[in-house]
């Protein structure tokens, strides 16, 4: 599959069936992660791969919704689907330069943004291999991080930046409409 066509048809997935992923296909996916870019080659991405279903149930347990009371619509899929990444950034690494942190040398208006940059390339190269093989992903961002952090024993030097939800897919989304290129993109100057 070319890379134009994985970007296109990728979708995320919240509907999975309960059949297991294979070794070969997530260290498919773990390689591309580990190809991604990142800030001065730091590669702060610390990725903890979880199959074990009462695991992955507690961590389903984290979910937040976009309404009080209400129920997030990846919950579901987190159960069921083969495996569960969280994804984290290593303190320290990304936006620093010899020792130095990127806030003092390299201050910008964004804060620390350099860690969540760079685990978004790694996590944006995961699901595109992993559309590659037939898998599905989502993106979860909406969850307790203090829960998972107990969860899963990480250390207070990493920060929990997502989880994400991979396994074979039980439902085929449509694409869903994108704003032509005129709607975003400006030449040389900002105009409306």
């Known amino acids: 599959m070319d890379v134009m066509q994985a970007i ?13 992923v294979s070794d070969e296909a997530l260290r498919t996916v773990l390689e591309a992660a580990r190809w991604a870019p990142s800030w001065g080659n730091s590669q702060c991405l610390k990725l903890i791969v979880v ?6 149930s ?3 347990d984290t979910l937040r919704s976009k309404t009080p009371g209400g129920k997030n ?20 690494l990304s936006g620093c330069y010899k020792g130095e942190q990127g806030e003092t040398i390299l201050a910008t208006d964004k804060g620390k943004w350099w860690l969540m940059f760079d685990v978004g390339l790694a996590m944006q190269n995961l ?3 992993a559309h590659a093989l037939g898998l599905g992903t989502v993106h979860i961002g909406m969850f ?20 994400l939800v991979l396994g074979w ?7 869903r409409p994108r704003k032509e290129i005129s709607e975003f993109v400006t030449y040389d100057k900002y105009s409306r």
Do not use: H, W
């Open 8 to 20: 296109k048809e990728r979708r995320a997935i919240r509907k999975y069936r309960p059949d297991p």
């Open 51 to 56: 199959r074990d279903p009462s695991i992955k």
């Open 58 to 60: 507690q961590l389903a």
């Open 73 to 92: 619509s990846a919950t579901d899929g987190f159960r069921t689907a083969g495996v569960a990444l969280v994804a984290c950034a290593a303190d320290g």
């Open 127 to 129: 699901t595109l291999a």
């Open 144 to 163: 307790d991080a203090e829960k998972v952090r107990q969860i899963l024993g990480i250390p207070e030097n990493l920060t929990i930046v997502e989880m």
């Open 169 to 175: 897919p039980d439902e085929k989304p449509a694409p």
